[in-house]
């Protein structure tokens, strides 16, 4: 049985990897899948790929097409949110900001360099038109890190996922001033290449499976209640998410990716860009 080491965040998207998993469809289809969770986001998963730690990441898009860019040997191999990812944009609760201006000269709290938090951030700046390179960081780690960088001042805003977030909102950790959504689908599936030249059926086969479970997902009997007790969530926040949020079973399009590229490209992220970051399953 090929066994295949899988990474991605600890949050609602990938709950349908834990399923497949817990419910025996990969092993009942020849595949054992190992999951690893990566609290700290796009960044550790990028480098974890470099480092042959993992085999494939769910994955942040805009993260790994400027990671393949910077010399990632992966490939994407298939979309796996299609709908945007909805940023949060929190301060500390007690602070005094009050709007995206005060915002305008304030230090970025990020997970580390070259994860969403970070790119992110330039999208942001470029939206409201600040001067992008303008932007300081604090490499904070995770959630927790930012709440103690917000605490103390050494950052004044940090970007995470609207709903994930949304816990530290109600509890009075955090204060959400904007939202942000990703102007393109959010989360891919990236393979090393050394994996797909030895692999490819056995990955192509996990897709397959998971696909499966994706595409009938939101009709699993009470699966809001499910999502809302594993990811300390209320169910009328994990419903109106489950409203916005749509799972693919295809690849990513070209033009998708090249309007990522393209932004990164006009914000200075990536000096250069290419066609052939897919592997096309058959």
Request: hydrophobic share 40%; proline share 4%; with cysteine.
């Amino acid at each position: 049985m090929k066994r295949i080491k899988v990474g991605g965040v600890p949050e609602h998207f990938n709950l349908p990897w834990h399923l497949c998993i817990e419910d025996g469809n990969f092993k009942n289809n020849g595949i054992d899948v190992a999951w690893q969770d990566f609290p700290d986001g796009t960044g550790a998963m990028c480098k974890a790929l470099r480092n042959k730690e993992i085999d494939v990441a769910v994955i942040l898009t805009e993260g790994i097409v400027k990671d393949i860019l910077n010399g990632n040997e992966a490939v994407i191999v298939q979309e796996y949110i299609a709908s945007p990812l909805i940023w949060g944009i929190h301060v500390a609760a007690g602070s005094s900001f009050r709007t995206m201006e005060d915002l305008r000269n304030e230090t970025v709290a990020i997970s580390r360099y070259g994860s969403g938090s970070h790119l992110m951030a330039y999208v942001n700046a470029r939206n409201l038109g600040w001067d992008p390179a303008q932007l300081k960081f604090e490499v904070v780690g995770d959630i927790n890190g930012a709440i103690t960088a917000l605490d103390n001042g050494t950052a004044g805003y940090f970007m995470w996922e609207h709903f994930t977030t949304k816990p530290l909102v109600d509890n009075g950790t955090f204060r959400r001033i904007a939202d942000c959504p990703t102007p393109w689908s959010c989360f891919v599936i990236a393979v090393r290449k050394e994996i797909m030249e030895k692999s490819a059926a056995s990955i192509i086969n996990m897709l397959k499976t998971l696909n499966k479970v994706t595409s009938e997902f939101k009709e699993i009997p009470k699966i809001e209640v499910a999502l809302a007790k594993k990811y300390d969530q209320k169910v009328e926040d994990i419903e109106q998410w489950l409203q916005i949020t749509q799972w693919s079973q295809k690849q990513i399009s070209v033009q998708e990716i090249q309007k990522v590229q393209e932004q990164l490209h006009e914000l200075d992220l990536i000096d250069k860009m290419e066609e052939n970051l897919h592997f096309l399953p058959r």
